[in-house]
C-alpha cells in the first residue's frame, strides 16, 4: 500500500510542476547505520515501511507541500540534531524518545513513530517555545501522502513558479483556514504543515491522546523534555 501511495504521490507531484530527482536503484543512497538508530531511539528495530521509503533517494530536494524535505537517516554527525528536532513533542502518548524526524517543513517537523500502540504514525511539531501543537498528522505514511495526493488533484496544492516548490492555499486568493478548508471537506488539513486554529487543534489533540495537561504547562514541560534531551545527548555521548 505504502508503495502505491508514493507512487501515486510522485506522480500527481511531477504532473504539477515537481522536478523529481532521478536515482538508479537506489545507487547514492547510502545504508542506515541501524545500530546507531536503535540507540539513538531506544527502539530494537525498524519498520520495513520507513527503510524503503529513505531507500528512495527523496531527500534531494522539496518535493512535499510547503516546501518539506525528506530527513535522510542519522548519522554520528547529525545524531544530536536529530534529537534536537524532538525538543517539540510534548505531552505525547508515546515516550517522546520513540521516534524519528521524517519530514522537515520551514516551521513544522513531521516525526515517524517507530514502536508501540502508535508506531506508523505520523505526528507533526510546531518548532520553537510558546507553540505547544503536539498532534498526529495522519495514522500512517500512506495515509499522509494520500492525503497530500488529494490535495494536489483539488488544486488545494499547487507548484509555484516563483518558490519552485508546492504551495498549499488557493493560488488566486488568500483565504482564512475555514474559508479554505471549508470547500475541501474530504482532504485533512493536518495532514499538511499549515498553522491549525486553536478549536480545531485542541480537538484533534484530545482524539490522538495527547497529555492536555502537559500542554497546557507548556514552558514548564517543555523544559523537562529539554533536560531529558541533553541527559541522553551526554549519555550517548553527542
Do not use: N
Not at 55 to 80: H, N, V
Not at 156 to 163: G, H, Q, R
Amino acid at each position: 500500500m505504502l508503495q502505491d501511495a508514493a507512487h501515486r504521490y510522485r506522480l500527481a507531484a511531477t504532473a504539477a510542476g515537481v522536478a523529481w530527482p532521478e536515482r538508479a536503484d537506489g545507487q547514492g543512497v547510502p545504508l542506515p547505520d541501524l545500530d546507531l538508530v536503535h540507540r539513538l531511539f531506544d527502539v530494537d528495530h525498524v519498520p520495513e515501511q520507513l527503510t524503503w521509503l529513505l531507500s528512495q533517494g527523496w531527500d534531494r530536494g522539496m518535493l512535499f507541500p510547503g516546501g518539506g524535505m525528506l530527513e535522510p537517516w542519522p548519522t554520528r554527525q547529525t545524531a544530536r540534531a536529530s534529537l534536537d528536532l524532538l525538543s517539540a513533542s510534548i505531552g505525547t502518548p508515546f515516550h517522546w524518545r520513540h521516534q524519528i524526524p521524517l519530514f522537515f517543513f520551514s516551521t513544522h517537523v513531521y516525526t515517524f513513530v517507530l514502536e508501540g500502540t502508535h508506531e506508523g504514525e505520523i505526528w507533526r511539531y510546531l518548532g520553537g517555545p510558546d507553540a505547544w501543537d503536539p498532534v498526529r498528522a495522519a495514522p500512517s505514511l500512506t495515509a499522509l501522502l494520500t492525503e497530500w495526493t488529494k490535495g494536489i488533484a483539488a488544486g488545494v496544492v499547487y507548484y509555484s513558479d516563483v518558490t519552485r516548490f508546492l504551495l498549499v492555499g488557493d493560488p488566486t486568493a488568500r483565504e482564512t483556514f475555514d474559508d479554505l478548508w471549508r470547500r475541501f471537506p474530504d482532504i485533512d488539513p493536518f495532514a499538511f504543515s499549515d498553522d491549525i486554529p486553536a478549536p480545531l487543534l485542541r480537538e484533534r489533540q484530545r482524539a490522538s491522546g495527547v497529555d492536555l495537561d502537559c500542554v497546557d504547562r507548556g514552558f514548564e514541560c517543555w523544559e523537562e523534555l529539554l533536560d531529558d534531551i541533553d541527559a541522553v545527548q551526554a549519555s550517548l555521548g553527542l
